[in-house]
């Protein structure tokens, strides 16, 4: 199709014909190739015309469409696609609508660089393979599906964009209004829409292959918007899919040493059943019951099986519900023309959703108005550059006329961050179907390792190769012993069968019982239990492993507003000109009232002005009634103006003004702006309002508040407001200055422009001062306790304000925060610091003030260099590098922005400093959980091992003195019902009495290694005294095997008595006596111990040959026996105590060298060995059971990267589906 230029920039958009009646001649090869026409879809929204038939003219959203002639003797071309001719009436300018594929050139409408092609509304909104069912809805109430708003922003396409008619046709389908949003009290639809409705373009018909399913029918309910939930789905991602319990069980199961200890238990049954079964008994000789034990040994695997699983489901479904919550947040919505906060998953399909500096975009949309909106998109699409939007109308407009920018961006994408100016946007995808859900869908994760679990992995591993090396030192001296004896030995073979399986098999349960999985287990469930109750106590945990490192926290930077104050402001007090005004405690209206009736009307209006139109605040609805929200100070002085300056409706006051431009807050200069026009031709005004002494410096004039006549500010001025500023701030007042100036022109002549928008700072000179405010922040109850409590634990508490030195001392002062021989510094002074200047005067600096969140961030950085694990707050956008800095950055949960939020580790729910000492007892509580569960389980190990190996040994047919299933029953106490009873202690107010731990501080201290050792050394010493002497003490045949096993079972039913009366010990790592403190508040580990001490006497009474316990229970005297001698634990932790950890550790010096001589060869030679061992096994094991499931997850893990890799590459603002067909190649190599 031949083409013609126009004369001027703008395109007039052509009226096109779509000929299907006479054929193409073979002449007409000096026209473009065109693309052949199909008689079904009809052609798309196209340009306004001059030539638009009446019912376009009158559309009721003035969006005009060409006329489009249909001919039908057209013949059909070897191509699927439409071939567009140029109406003779028109110039032959490109047909906007079709996007080139193949060798195929299509017409377009291009912007005058050229590069924007705008594709026919069947190619625009053409579904993507796989995603047909999206397009098709049953019996719908609105102009569009699911699958055609997809198409806006999967990638950015200003085609689709064009094609749904721009935002007013948007919304048009979607029953909304741009203004006043969805209605409130909405059930169903009021009428249906049709595709032809919103656009007057025919809706694109396509086939739907088979095997699709249809989106189902509506059913229209009471329910408010159901009828917009069934065609959009809610702003939720369903949950991620539960590992099912068979699942973790089999995972659990999966541990090469229970498959190997199984494999030995079922050999003991089979030998067992054997000697039973098998062969002939005489009278005098009665069947053994061996195979009770084989049978014992798989039901106690099958127990140590089910509740690793269990556990393991538990903590899933507790970090689910966290991840639920760390998700949830409040959003900004339009309804009925009110503004209200609602949760963000109740957003809906047609809301319009306020956007302001720091809003994470919760869903996708049309941008509909607002000034100067920029948004980080790297999030979400991988681009790092702010991205500035365009209004939908007037993105439309410049599609129409041609004038389309290169960079033209009307869409709202999910994920993204607002980093400047403000607007509205109308939703189009929620949920799964929004371009952040897919990618969330796609790239989920599974939560990463703690350094604490990460640390205990690494000491579970250096165990577990202690515990192997006796393992296999055990089986090789009893495989010896067994070996030397076969010449002698007179048993059959099924029996020497047997005693070999009972060596292996009680080498094997070492190793169980050494390998300490319990560890991993402990930390994620004292993390769990912490984040749970933090959540209570209004803190939420978004990163585990902020729990446990704020326990180590040195030092807290606090932010003053909303964190150490109530954030609950109130004008108080202000001088505008002579007149000033104040409020007292008795009376809170003295002087105000007096002072409103005094200014004239048009001071007033200007004060309105001022306040009114220089503020991100809006009005909406709190708990019925209404309210401001927005920043505390905004609605501060929002109120001051509504309730004594004669403000009526907010809208109204804003709608009754011409904005030329809003300049969003600069926290370098502590300022922001607004330029109105002025009626008539009375140019501009600039209002500005912000931190009183800085802009007190940009003045060099005063107006009279009467007249108000402009005259040069003097000296005397300048002092007298400088005193007044300076009277507030030692009240602990805000102060806040109002400026503005008035240009003939915006922007004015001598200052750089973009796009019609000046730079705030470079108008910042010769301004009017038009009055100061101050506004009152109380300090919250209980910040003054918490910080003495803070300093209390060794930990500095430091205030990082905006405010100036003076207010910052006086609040400061009043937390306790400032104390005498402490620094105060402002950012500017800051800044400038030397090296030799930070190392003398940061240990000494309490307050900064006046400081930028750059001050923030370096003073975190400073901190750490020097030692300290730094705590920070934030709640702006821009404080989130420092948030991102520090070794745990708190946000704010109701002030903060939602990407200061993003880049914390927790969220502060109620803005209160007290909630930053509870996190730091919980971090406490957390590690000090996981170090009692290490030192009763180091114990036990030690004492097990060692019992298991010098009973063996030393025993003439090398039998253990706990048998197989029994130390399977003592690694149930030790790993799972340990770890539910220590991990879950909650922490007292004394835990704060110690100071933090460092950050190369060891796990096991040297109080752990003197109780470990002292309480290993006594248990050892009873239960070798009772096997070696027992017999002899309490007058025992041991010839008798009936008395031999009712000593066996005192020896057994005693240690695990020992370990029960141990826990109690361990609930305390100090050298403090009281180690039932606290008990009452912790029922876990009450329950915990209650179970244990009832299945042991349960055990011990029905136990019988399962447990090898005596047939007949052992008496009173027995009894007693063993609780006494296991109670004696408790006495001899105290003396343990008591023992001078300097004495201990002149020991453990001198003998810990030898023993690292040792354990070092020893770990490496096992580790070989075994490793060699475990690899044979592995490659045995994928071969016969893993292979399969490899293959699978292979293919699974190539498909998740790919989609990963296509999540993650930054989708451009692509038109055609063959351009970006050819870029993904490109991309890919291809």
């Known amino acids: 199709m031949a083409s013609s230029s126009n004369n001027g920039n703008c395109l007039t958009p052509p009226v096109f014909q779509i000929e299907t009646a006479s054929p193409r001649a073979s002449e007409d090869s000096d026209e473009s190739p065109r693309r052949t026409s199909s008689p079904s879809p009809p052609p798309p929204a196209a340009a306004a015309t001059t030539n638009n038939t009446t019912a376009q003219r009158n559309r009721s959203d003035s969006l005009a469409i060409p006329s489009l002639h249909v001919s039908t003797s057209r013949p059909r071309s070897s191509g699927d696609d439409d071939t567009i001719a140029a109406s003779p009436t028109t110039s032959t300018h490109s047909n906007p609508f079709l996007t080139p594929g193949g060798s195929t050139i299509a017409p377009s409408i291009r912007s005058r660089s050229g590069s924007i092609n705008i594709e026919d509304v069947e190619s625009a909104l053409r579904p993507d393979p796989g995603s047909e069912g999206d397009f098709h809805v049953a019996d719908s109430s609105f102009a569009f599906s699911p699958g055609h708003l997809n198409k806006l922003l999967n990638p950015k396409s200003l085609s689709a964009f064009y094609a749904l008619g721009g935002v007013n046709g948007v919304a048009k389908g979607l029953q909304t209004d741009l203004k006043s949003g969805l209605s409130i009290d909405e059930t169903t639809v009021p009428r249906r829409v049709t595709f032809e409705d919103a656009t007057n ?634 090296e030799e200047q930070f190392a003398e005067q940061l240990p000494r600096l309490q307050v900064l003030a006046r400081s930028s969140p750059e001050d923030k961030r370096i003073l975190v950085t400073r901190l750490k260099a020097m030692g300290d694990t730094v705590a920070v707050t934030g709640d702006g956008t821009n404080d989130a590098p420092a948030l991102k800095a520090a070794d745990v950055g708190f946000s704010m949960g109701i002030s903060g922005t939602e990407v200061a939020k993003e880049a914390s580790a927790i969220v502060l729910m109620d803005d209160n400093f007290t909630s930053i000492l509870t996190a730091l007892k919980w971090g406490r509580a957390v590690n000090d959980a996981v170090q009692k569960f290490l030192q009763f389980q180091i114990t036990v190990n030690i004492t097990a091992v060692l019992l298991a190996f010098i009973s063996a040994v030393s025993h003439p047919e090398m039998k253990s003195v706990l048998t197989a299933v029994q130390l399977l029953w003592v690694n149930l106490i030790m790993d799972t019902f340990a770890a539910l009873a220590l991990a879950t202690d909650p922490p007292t107010e004394k835990i704060l009495d110690r100071k933090p731990q460092g950050k190369t501080a060891p796990l096991i201290t040297l109080n752990m290694w003197k109780m470990i050792i002292g309480q290993a050394i006594f248990q050892l010493t009873a239960t070798l005294i009772l096997h070696f002497a027992g017999a002899r003490i309490l007058g025992y045949d041991t010839s008798d095997a009936q008395k031999q096993l009712e000593l066996d079972t005192m020896i057994f039913n005693t240690f695990v008595w020992m370990q029960i009366f141990n826990e109690f010990n361990n609930r305390r790592l100090d050298n403090k006596l009281n180690i039932f403190e606290g008990i009452q508040r912790n029922p876990f580990f009450i329950g915990i111990n209650c179970i244990m001490v009832g299945a042991q006497v349960a055990i011990i009474f029905v136990g019988k040959e399962a447990f090898s316990i005596s047939p007949d229970p052992i008496d009173g005297v027995q009894w007693a026996i063993c609780v006494v001698l296991a109670m004696l634990s408790l006495p001899m932790a105290v003396l343990i105590r008591f023992f001078p950890d300097a004495w201990f550790g002149a020991i453990a010096r001198k003998v810990g060298v030898p023993v690292l001589y040792i354990y070092r060869p020893v770990a490496r030679v096992s580790s070989r060995f075994f490793g060699a061992i475990g690899g044979g096994f592995k490659k045995v094991w994928r071969m016969v059971f893993k292979k399969k499931a490899e293959d699978e997850e292979e293919e699974k893990s190539g498909k998740d990267a790919s989609a990963n890799e296509s999540a993650v590459v930054a989708p451009a603002i692509v038109i055609s589906p063959d351009e970006a067909t050819k870029e993904r190649d490109v991309e890919k190599g291809q």
């Open 201 to 834: 373009n025919k809706a694109p018909v396509y086939a739907l292959p088979d095997g699709v399913k249809r989106l189902a029918p509506y059913q229209t309910s009471g329910e408010s918007f159901k009828d917009r939930i069934n065609a959009y789905g809610t702003n939720t991602l369903p949950a991620k899919k539960a590992t099912p319990l068979w699942k973790l069980a089999w995972q659990t199961y999966k541990d090469p040493i229970l498959i190997l200890l199984t494999g030995a238990a079922i050999i003991s049954l089979a030998l067992g059943l054997y000697e039973t079964f098998g062969v002939e008994h005489g009278p005098d000789d009665p069947p053994s019951v061996d195979w009770v034990e084989g049978v014992a040994i798989c039901v106690a695997i099958l127990i140590v099986t089910l509740v690793g699983s269990l556990n393991d489901w538990q903590k899933e479904k507790a970090f689910v519900k966290l991840n639920a919550k760390k998700d949830d947040r409040e959003v900004k919505v339009i309804r009925s023309g009110k503004s209200f906060m609602i949760n963000v998953h109740d957003v809906i399909v047609g809301d319009v959703l306020h956007l302001e500096p720091g809003d994470l975009v919760p869903v996708d949309g049309i941008f509909i108005t607002g000034h100067d909106l920029k948004c980080d998109e790297s999030s979400a699409t991988g681009e790092s550059d702010a991205l500035k939007k365009t209004p939908g109308e007037q993105a439309f407009h410049l599609l129409q006329t041609g004038n389309a920018p290169k960079d033209l961006d009307p869409f709202i994408i999910s994920g993204a961050k607002v980093l400047e100016g403000m607007g509205t946007f109308v939703v189009t995808s929620v949920g799964t179907n929004s371009s952040f859900g897919k990618i969330m869908m796609s790239v989920r994760t599974e939560m990463d390792a703690t350094p604490l679990q990460k640390k205990l992995e690494r000491l579970a591993m250096a165990i577990a190769k202690l515990g192997f090396a006796s393992a296999a030192l055990l089986f090789f001296v009893l495989l010896f012993r067994f070996v030397a004896q076969l010449d002698t030995d007179t048993r059959n073979a099924a029996d020497k069968g047997s005693a070999f399986m009972d060596i292996l098999i009680v080498a094997i349960t070492i190793i169980v019982v050494a390998v300490p999985e319990g560890l991993p287990l402990a930390v994620t469930l004292a993390l769990a239990f912490a984040t749970t109750r933090l959540l209570k106590e209004k803190n939420l945990v978004r990163v585990l492993r902020a729990c446990e490192t704020m326990g180590n926290a040195t030092t807290i930077c606090s932010d003053k507003t909303g964190t150490l104050t109530t954030n609950k402001m109130t004008v108080v007090a202000g001088a505008f000109g002579s007149a000033t005004f104040s409020k007292s405690e008795s009376d809170e209206s003295t002087g105000v009232v007096k002072f409103a009736s005094s200014l004239p009307a048009a001071t007033k209006e200007l004060i309105v002005q001022s306040i009114a139109i220089n503020s991100t605040a809006f009005e909406g609805e709190e708990d019925g009634e209404a309210t401001f929200i927005g920043s505390k100070t905004e609605t501060a002085m929002l109120h001051f103006a509504r309730n004594h300056m004669g403000m009526q409706s907010l809208a109204e006051t804003r709608a009754n003004e011409t904005v030329a431009q809003m300049m969003p807050f600069d926290s370098s200069k502590k300022c922001m702006g607004a330029v109105v026009k002025l009626p008539g031709n009375g140019g501009y005004r600039l209002l500005v309002k912000g931190a009183s002494e800085i802009l007190l410096d940009y003045c060099d004039s005063t107006v009279d508040i009467n007249s108000l006549a402009i005259s040069s500010m003097t000296e005397d001025d300048r002092d007298h407001l400088r005193a007044t500023i300076t009277a507030y701030a030692k009240k602990s007042l805000r102060t806040i200055a109002m400026v503005y100036y008035d240009f003939p022109q915006w922007p004015p002549s001598h200052v750089e422009s973009k796009d019609g928008h000046a730079d705030l700072a470079a108008v910042l000179k010769n301004l009017v001062f038009l009055g100061v405010v101050g506004i009152q922040d109380p300090v919250r109850p209980g910040v003054p306790e918490a910080v003495r409590k803070a300093a209390g634990a060794g930990v500095t508490t430091r205030m990082v304000t905006g405010d100036n030195a003076v207010t910052a001392q006086a609040i400061a002062t009043e937390c306790g925060i400032y104390t005498e021989g402490g620094l105060i510094l402002e950012g500017p002074v800051f800044r400038t610091l030397t």
